[in-house]
Antibody, heavy 123, light 110 residues
Framework: EVLLLDSGGGLVQPGGSLRLSCAASGLTFRSHVMAWIRQAPGRGLEWLSS????????YYADSVKGRFSISRDNSKNTVYLQMNSLSAEDTATYYC????????????????WGQGTPVTVSS | QSALTQPASVSGSPGQSITISCTGT?????????VSWYQQHPGKAPKFIIYQGTKRPSGVSDRFSGSRSGNTASLTISGLQAEDEADYYCCSYAGSRHWLFGGGTKVTVL
């Protein structure tokens, strides 16, 4: 069974930084594209970023580009999200997820998801 | 890029069928056959239930079905059960390795 364990969330002041981690098990981690998705309180889901299997290629939503950075350590089966210049609008539960691929490497969706780690940006 | 549009809520009685719509544009839903749907129970992580608009991952009940027409995708839940009460989200590829989600629909079983 593939399991993703998100951690690193917490309370941070506006303008501050935080690094989230997602530890994966039950899969050949280096063979999978990973993503971060967030959900603000009472709101919908928002895709934030994805990283290729090797970590060479990264992709970001406009809302976080230049402030957030995704990375991975395949020796530790872990993907990270470094979040800088945080504001109240970044308050959300952050989920990591594995991208589901078809044989042609097209992404079909996200499965499974971690349990989420909450981030609160407040003074 | 704006979020995909879903109704805020849909309700139905046990045994009935309900349909949730997901409206995008010709740049996302209408341009790619890559709409997926997720079920989220309160306090839980989302669960992947439909991909490529109409296909179900292994283990997902056949009471869940999807369709797509033009810029709108739909999720139908047949034979509604109490356990189906949850939030449902659509997601579409939007090009350039970007993904858009809908705002979510709360399904209530009356």
């Amino acid at each position: 069974e593939v399991l993703l364990l998100d951690s690193g969330g917490g309370l941070v002041q506006p303008g501050g930084s935080l690094r989230l981690s997602c530890a994966a098990s039950g899969l050949t981690f280096r063979s999978h594209v990973m993503a971060w998705i967030r959900q603000a309180p009472g709101r919908g889901l928002e895709w934030l970023s994805s990283i290729s299997e090797s970590g060479e290629n990264t992709y970001y939503a406009d809302s976080v580009k230049g402030r957030f950075s995704i990375s991975r350590d395949n020796s530790k089966n872990t993907v990270y999200l470094q979040m800088n210049s945080l504001s109240a609008e970044d308050t959300a539960t952050y989920y990591c997820a594995k991208e589901v691929k078809d044989p042609s490497k097209m992404t079909l969706g996200f499965d499974p998801w971690g349990q989420g780690t909450p981030v609160t940006v407040s003074s | 890029q704006s979020a995909l549009t879903q109704p805020a809520s849909v309700s139905g009685s046990p045994g009935q069928s309900i349909t949730i719509s997901c409206t995008g544009t010709s740049s996302d839903v209408g341009n790619y056959n890559l709409v997926s749907w997720y079920q989220q129970h309160p306090g839980k992580a989302p669960k992947f239930i439909i991909y490529q608009g109409t296909k179900r991952p292994s283990g997902v009940s056949d009471r869940f079905s999807g369709s797509r027409s033009g810029n709108t995708a739909s999720l139908t839940i047949s034979g509604l059960q109490a356990e189906d009460e949850a939030d449902y989200y659509c997601c579409s590829y939007a090009g350039s390795r970007h993904w858009l989600f809908g705002g979510g629909t709360k399904v209530t079983v009356l």
